[in-house]
């Protein structure tokens, strides 16, 4: 899958699962992530920055996990779970290209997070197989006309800003 | 792998650090780590051994404006380097949409910075991925040590793919050349997603004026 995108639409549906899905399992947090760790959906108590810093080492914990099925000549493991003295993580792939992380305080139940899980899936995985297929500028019916600045860096240093010694 | 939110007007670019181990990877991130103000970026994530050798992948993550009308993010990853940690190498390239190879400029690891190189070429194959349609760039690091090669001569080695890239001197330990590499390779990813997208947009108007003339 080369680059992708979600427009409005898509993005209300996305997020209306993973909510109804922390409501259903008394979840604390859910997300759906691609596999370099960008979020697509998110709900709960976790935020920017800590967000992108979880679903980056998510998609890697699950990644490593895909190898090491591939070591195992196992067709695949589809979910991880790491359990916590106060709070597990469960992770499941969706649609090959895709994952959804939930992070539940020890009261809620684990079966009860794959049940919802699993039931989430087979409402999203088709969107989500549609999605991974079109092309950026394939998802929206009036595309927006892109463009950066040229004449100016993207991370410009700023006087207050950069260090005695920054580069050039 | 490049992703848009139409909703949300984000976009979300990931970039590779790649080289030989000990070529100063982790240290262009840590500088960038503490140049970069406050609100645009994350905390710096390291996945390290107990020597504080990359073990898996560092990451951070920083935001810009540089896409008018979207908030556009930035994720940077190192690779370790040392050649036991190549699946992990490969599991971190996926999905990257830009790169920056940072090579240690002294003469007696010039022979690691070549195999890092070929390295590359061959863990991008495995996912169908070339140098010559991916945008990436060279830093020479390590600029202030003795013993050094001259940058025409890492140019020499390391710069002769189908495409011509950038390349910068560095030195990651004070930050010099640091910022320059993030902001050009910044620019590059950029400049490649906008003209796929363009090619993209004008593709999806061709063909409705096909359908239309058909109907």
Redo the contacts between chains.
């Keep these: 899958m080369s680059g992708y995108a979600i427009d409005k639409g898509q993005a209300r549906i996305l997020e209306t699962a993973v909510f109804d899905l922390v409501v259903q399992s008394e979840a604390e947090s859910a997300m759906i992530i691609d596999a370099t760790g960008s979020v697509l959906a998110h709900t709960g108590d976790v935020h920017d920055p800590i967000r992108d810093t979880i679903s980056a080492l998510a998609a890697g914990s699950f990644a490593a996990t895909r190898e090491l099925a591939s070591v195992l000549r196992e067709p695949g493991f589809h979910a991880i779970h790491h359990q916590g003295q106060k709070s597990s993580i469960y992770i499941h792939s969706i649609a090959e290209n895709f994952l959804v992380l939930v992070i539940f305080a020890n009261r809620a139940t684990v079966g009860l997070v794959k049940l919802y899980v699993t039931k989430m899936i087979e409402e999203i995985e088709p969107l989500l197989r549609i999605v991974s297929q079109q092309g950026p500028s394939s998802t929206v019916a009036a595309p927006p006309d892109l463009d950066f600045d040229t004449r100016r860096d993207p991370f410009a240093a700023h006087p207050r800003h950069a260090t005695p010694t920054a580069s050039p | 792998?490049?992703?848009?939110?139409?909703?949300?007007r984000e976009?979300?670019f990931?970039i590779v650090y790649y080289g030989p181990p000990l070529s100063g990877k982790t240290t262009n991130l840590e500088?960038?780590h503490?140049?970069?103000?406050q609100g645009?970026?994350?905390?710096m994530?390291m996945?390290s051994t107990r020597e504080d050798r990359t073990l898996?992948?560092d990451?951070l993550?920083?935001q810009?404006s540089?896409?008018?009308?979207?908030d556009?993010?930035?994720?940077l990853?190192t690779v370790p380097g040392q050649p036991v940690y190549n699946?992990?190498r490969r599991?971190?390239l996926?999905?990257a949409?830009g790169l920056v190879f940072v090579a240690d400029s002294q003469w007696d690891v010039m022979e690691q910075n070549v195999d890092s190189f070929e390295n590359l070429k061959k863990n991008l194959g495995t996912y169908g991925l070339s140098l010559a349609n991916l945008p990436y760039i060279l830093q020479f690091n390590k600029r202030d040590l003795p013993n050094i090669a001259p940058p025409h001569y890492m140019d020499f080695l390391l710069n002769r793919g189908e495409k011509r890239v950038p390349c910068f001197e560095?030195v990651a330990t004070?930050?010099?050349?640091?910022?320059?590499?993030?902001?050009m390779i910044?620019?590059l990813v950029?400049?490649n997603?906008?003209a796929?997208?363009?090619m993209?947009?004008a593709s999806?108007a061709a063909r409705e004026q096909l359908a239309v003339k058909d109907a």
């Design positions: 792998m490049s992703f848009v939110s139409f909703g949300k976009i979300s990931k500088h960038l503490k140049a970069i103000p645009a970026k994350g905390p994530t996945l898996y992948f990451f993550p920083l810009s540089a896409i008018k009308g979207f556009t993010k930035f994720q990853y699946e992990t599991i971190v996926n999905g949409d560095s004070d930050g010099t050349g640091v910022r320059t590499s993030l902001n910044a620019r950029m400049a997603f906008i796929e997208y363009r993209g947009v999806s």
